[in-house]
């Protein structure tokens, strides 16, 4: 048979193993080893005792190759190493192995030469083979190369990698917040009689873990904040002048999702104090100042870009209730910076 012949049938063999494994249950994937022959052609008097196939399956003991995916030893049922294709072949029909590893290392006066093959039962034929060769002095690091090509033809020609293991979140982060906008009440008597001029805020996060869930398979947390807002308004034309300066306390509970690339959207719900101070200049006396303390509610729409792993750039708008006799309604977007202390603000996942 020419190279090109052997090269097409090598090809086609690891298609047809590909798409096996890909049809069949990968859970229950077990590739069996047979012992491995050893030939010491050194000429040395010493005896030479390695045991490859005993070396191989100690490295992958303690290499992952993929969920329900092993390497099992079959010297109890092999008896001897097998030498041959119908050697092995007879090996995979009398015990049942779907996969068989077999082959030899040999070692001559300088140097260390090894060749295993991966025979598939179902197939019959050898899907693929494994080589290598190395100088007299380095038998253990052509055992390595061998068990890295074995692994890597498992994970990328057979595509069966490991399920990357979860990530340990990151624990008890702190955000400064610092945000500006605009705010309008929305309908009633207040938007007749008043409008927004500006609002500020300085706030503080708390974030347990982050990641702490994960939504469409998306990672996501939760923050518990203190916002401290100062807004300020004034009287609409044709109303007596006035400015109202108030002063509000919340307390929101946020939930983020990552939602790749940087980008991360939030949603927030809280308990608001509002506390009110009119200035009305009277038209024919001294200004009359009057406060107002109110408890409330508020929400927020929020979305997020991780700049880097310090600042988080932000857009917001967030909606408030004031329980007035007559409730006030206030609608306010915000652009805003958020500074992770420890630079703790990067993506999850990114």
């Known amino acids: 048979m020419s190279r090109a012949a052997r090269v097409a049938v090598h090809v086609a063999a690891g298609t047809t193993l590909a798409l096996l494994l890909a049809a069949a249950n990968l859970h229950a994937m077990e590739i069996y080893l047979a012992p491995i022959s050893y030939q010491d052609e050194s000429g040395t008097e010493a005896v030479d005792s390695r045991r490859p196939a005993a070396d191989l399956l100690r490295l992958f003991a303690e290499t992952a190759l993929a969920d329900g995916v092993s390497l099992r030893d079959a010297s109890d049922s092999a008896g001897q190493a097998p030498r041959t294709y119908l050697e092995a072949a007879r090996l995979c029909e009398s015990q049942g192995y779907a996969y068989l590893l077999y082959g030899f290392v040999k070692r001559t006066d300088y140097s260390y030469y090894a060749e295993l093959k991966l025979l598939e039962r179902e197939g019959k034929n050898v899907a693929a083979a494994f080589i290598s060769g190395d100088d007299g002095s380095h038998y253990e690091r052509l055992i390595e190369d061998l068990a890295r090509k074995i692994t890597s033809y498992v994970r990328t ?103 790749g690339s940087g980008h991360r959207v939030g949603l927030g719900v809280g308990f608001l104090l509002e506390v009110d101070t009119m200035a009305k200049a009277k038209l024919y006396g001294s200004t009359v100042v009057s406060s107002t303390i109110v408890p409330g509610a508020a929400c927020a729409v929020i979305y997020q870009y991780v700049l880097n792993p310090t600042v988080t750039l932000g857009l917001a708008n967030t909606f408030e209730v004031a329980l007035y006799s007559q409730p006030l309604f206030t609608w306010s977007p915000r652009i805003g910076v958020d500074i992770w202390l420890g630079g703790a603000g990067q993506e999850s996942g990114r």
């Not at 990698?161 to 906008?181: Q, T």
């Not at 873990?209 to 916002?227: E, N, V």
């Not at 400015?243 to 939930?255: D, Q, S």
């Open 157 to 259: 020609d057979l595509g069966m990698a490991p399920a990357p293991s979860p990530r340990e979140p990151a624990r008890n982060l702190i955000a400064l917040p610092i945000a500006a906008g605009w705010w309008t009440p929305m309908g009633g008597p207040w938007s007749a009689a008043m409008a927004g001029l500006v609002t500020a805020d300085m706030s503080v996060r708390f974030v347990p873990a982050k990641p702490l869930f994960q939504l469409l398979r998306r990672p996501g947390f939760l923050a518990l904040g203190l916002d401290l807002v100062y807004a300020l308004g004034a009287s609409q034309p044709g109303v007596e002048g006035f400015y109202l300066h108030a002063a509000k306390v919340r307390l929101p509970v946020e939930a983020f999702l990552d939602l």
